[in-house]
């Protein structure tokens, strides 16, 4: 059942978004997500209340939004 999954890493592939199920990942503590084709975070992210801790160096990331901002989480690769 993906609600108990708490580690996700799908770096060092060629995904470029969220997959549809990610908003099922409520018990999500760690996530990387490094050298991937990511370039943008989904609207439902900050309900993600247990996550702390994400990777995302190497990402096309370049701004984090409001919500992903003022979650209580370490973020490795974070943008200037």
Do not use: A, H, Q
């Not at 609207?43 to 370049?62: A, H, N, P, Q, Y």
């Not at 984090?64 to 979650?71: A, F, I, T």
Request: proline share 5%; net charge negative.
């Amino acid at each position: 059942e993906l609600t108990s999954l708490r580690v996700l890493d799908m770096s060092n592939t060629k995904v470029s978004s969220f997959p549809s199920f990610f908003n099922e990942l409520t018990n999500l503590e760690s996530l990387n997500i490094s050298n991937t084709e990511i370039s943008s975070f989904p609207s439902f992210f900050d309900e993600l209340t247990r996550l702390r801790w994400m990777d995302i160096s190497g990402t096309k990331i370049t701004d984090l939004p409001y919500g992903v901002r003022s979650m209580n989480i370490v973020i490795v690769g974070r943008p200037d």
